[in-house]
């Protein structure tokens, strides 16, 4: 087993990349993920990588989808503000059906917002990153060992699909310092033979291309591609499940927010309250399998995030309305305290959980 | 430009990328690997493809709303990064592929679908002189801007593109050449009156020359 060390969220996951086999960044330094990069440009011209300070995050976001299109494993990272202006990219990146990981360290907003950690991009991770129909692998870490996993696995799966990938964490998971045990990634390239690495005449010319002028070629090409989003949604999900299996009341959270969870259902049981948590780990495909079979024994779900209501959405959808869905969330760069969700939790218990 | 990548032995190296405009469907026209950009952001999508292999000779393909408007900081600052790109800049002054609308290089006066009473420099600024300006970006390595308006003046573009083409494989760093080109459709001339223009209008306003040669200048030090 390697030995453990510690590390700072954002190098950990830069730290993972390079693990993952990554050797191409762009980006562009904004808080609270600037460290990423400064990682990066310690550490790639002495393995051989290439480190890109762009002069904007869309012209960063714009380098990725050419490195991309020469086949290679390449991120950029950002936060907010800044991934809001990768938007115009990641559609071109799902509409030319090209790998890459995007990394958004959240902090608060709308407009330039504030510096402390938010999860108020939910929307944007899942539903509305860019123009048109398409969707990317939204990941989200919940401690910084999840974060280097998750670096990993982003990659292949966005190799095996296809498509972006974006680890979605927050400024906190980004910020802090924990014990991580870092390991090489051995699952095997994949081919990528669509690449544009030189026509000889000994394959069909490649073209990487997101443009197509009759609208039927276009339909059918997105219709390809929402098959294969139906494939990651029934093969894909990702959660944790704690204390669920008695549970009456399940919380729902993800990244730091989890983190608070685990404290308030502690509080909770020894008050004889059965309270669980389901932590998404996939935020799209959203973990909607264990959501549902969650809400034949369970009373009351409880969405907490740092965000004016946006997942709960996707708890409502995913069990359908069945249960009551409440909500426990501050905004804005603040964190909800166990006190407040444990706050929630009775008030759940009152309407029936 | 195909007939400089065949005569340098260099198509099954080259990527090619495309842009937003006339240029769009390039994609289909040149006989190599392309990447087709978003508005604007050729040279860093070529960056990328550059960065990814720089034994690939890469070159973008743009024309004047594509480079000197929605691209210009891509533009700037790839020159200013001395990215070892080739960069072929079409000036026909006019936004051909939304049906003639004013350009970042539309003339002085010059009427357009959004500028129908001829561009007014009081209310909406002056052309952009691409070379001019980047020529007082060090990092810019070759700029000459070429007119497509006589075969003296095609011939002396095709040389100016293979320069480009060359500075590219020598390792020279960002060459760009301007080619000030017709748009009769959109000009509502006939070709012949379109050209004409190019030569009574535009290569006044745009003077054809090089603009900068970083390894000429030191060489005649």
Known sequence: MADKVLMKGNEALAEAAILAGCRHYFGYPITPQTEVAEYMAKKMPKIGGVFLQAESEIAAINMVIGAAAAGKRVMTSSSSPGVALKSEGLSYLAGCDLPALIVNVQRGGPGLGGIQPGQADYFHATRGAGHGDFHMIVTAPATVQEMIDLVGKSFDLADKYRMPAMLLADGTIGQMMEPVTLTENTSAPIEKPWAVTGYDGSRPRNVVNSLFIQPEDLENLVMERYARYAKIEAEEQMAEEYMTEDADIILVAYGVAARVCRNAIKAAREKGLKVGLIRPITLWPFPKKVMSAAAEKAKAFISVELSMGQMIEDIELAIRCRRPVLLCNRTGGMIPTPAEVLAKIDEAAKIGG | ?221
Not at chain 2, 3 to 11: A, K, M, T, Y
Not at chain 2, 16 to 31: L, Q, R, T
Not at chain 2, 62 to 70: C, E, P, T, V
Not at chain 2, 92 to 117: E, F
């Open chain 2, 1 to 221: 430009m195909a007939e400089c990548i065949d005569e340098l032995g260099i198509q099954s190296k080259t990527i090619g990328i495309a842009s937003v405009g006339c240029s769009v469907f390039s994609y289909n026209y040149f006989n190599c690997d392309m990447v087709q950009a978003a508005h604007g952001r050729a040279p860093a999508v070529a960056t990328g493809v550059k960065r990814a292999d720089p034994s690939k000779i890469v070159f973008t393909y743009q024309g004047d709303g594509d480079l000197a408007a929605i691209g210009t900081a891509e533009t700037v600052h790839s020159a200013a990064r001395g990215e070892n790109i080739t960069v072929i800049f079409v000036n026909n002054a006019i936004y051909g592929m939304t049906g003639g609308q004013m350009a970042p290089t539309t003339l002085p006066g010059q009427v357009t679908q959004t500028s129908p009473y001829g561009r007014d420099v009081q209310t909406v600024g002056y052309p952009v002189k691409v070379c001019e300006m980047l020529s007082q970006v060090d990092g810019a390595a070759y700029l000459e801007r070429v007119a497509v308006n006589n075969v003296k003046n095609l011939m002396a573009a095709k040389k100016a593109i293979k320069k480009a083409f060359q500075n590219q494989i020598d390792g020279k760093g960002f060459s760009l050449v301007e080619v000030l080109s017709a748009c009769p459709t959109y000009w509502s001339m006939t070709p012949e009156k379109a050209l004409e223009r190019v030569a009574s209008e535009m290569i006044p306003y745009y003077p054809l020359g090089v603009y900068k040669d970083k390894y000429a200048e030191e060489g005649t030090k």
